[in-house]
């Protein structure tokens, strides 16, 4: 190449060098609008599936998981208002728009926890319960942060786990932390006289008080 090739060559690219702090800078400022309208939408109160901040955000960024997370836990908190069978169609709606971001972002188990809240709270056939706990478990098997909730749905949803994550969720509850293990107490304490199985299938010493009564 000859110098004055040269020299053309670095004034083209002296010509584009702004390419790349414009570049940055529209990025930093879609980042922080998208965050800023997130949580508006996030703050707007849930008394019905629409939430035109959070759905504006979609219908341009749909790939914005941040709003998704924000569309989902508001959703969420519109359903647990309705009757139980008027939840199913926005928590349908959560899990569809939680499904996209376990592929975007495979490695974070807490969407796996959400979708498994979801069909628990849809009533899922227990097929799906227990492919919803295996992905879980799969990505996180040693997550402490996720053993409070998940041991909840797996109690609520004890008829419809295989015997293998039955026998997981007993170890866990055995090991767990005092902090973890006294508010699961009241769940188990609620489930007991729906599923007097549990009596049987979880450590005596922990649920004991609540089967001696049990038939």
């Known amino acids: 190449m000859s110098d004055r090739d040269l020299l053309a060559a ?4 002296k010509r584009r060098s702004w390419w790349l702090p414009m570049g940055l800078a529209i990025a930093g400022l879609y980042l922080s609008f998208s965050f800023l309208f997130v949580g508006i939408g996030r703050a707007l109160p849930a008394d ?3 939430n035109i901040v959070l759905d504006t955000i979609l219908a341009v960024a749909p790939f914005n998981l941040k709003a998704r997370e924000a ?3 508001w959703l969420r908190e519109y359903a647990m208002t309705l009757e139980p069978e008027e939840r199913i169609t926005p ?3 959560v899990i569809e728009l939680l499904e996209p971001a376990t592929k975007w972002r495979p490695r974070w188990p807490y969407y796996h926890l959400a979708l498994l809240d979801a069909e628990y709270i849809i009533g899922s056939p227990a097929e799906v ?3 919803r706990y295996d992905a879980l478990l799969s990505i996180a098997p040693n997550e402490r942060g ?3 909730y998940m041991i909840e749905v797996a109690l609520r949803s004890w008829p419809k786990l295989r015997a293998d994550q039955k026998q997981r ?3 866990n509850l055995k090991r767990s932390k005092s902090y973890i293990l006294t508010p699961l107490l009241d769940v188990v304490e609620q489930e007991v006289p729906r599923h007097p199985e549990l009596c049987g299938e979880l450590p005596w010493p922990i649920v004991q008080p609540y089967c001696s009564t049990q038939g």
């Open 129 to 131: 319960i227990q492919a």
């Open 169 to 171: 969720i007993a170890a």
């Open 146 to 148: 996720l053993d409070s």
């Open 10 to 13: 670095r004034n083209w690219i």
């Open 48 to 50: 019905s599936p629409d």
């Open 91 to 93: 928590m349908t709606e």
């Open 71 to 73: 569309k989902a836990s």
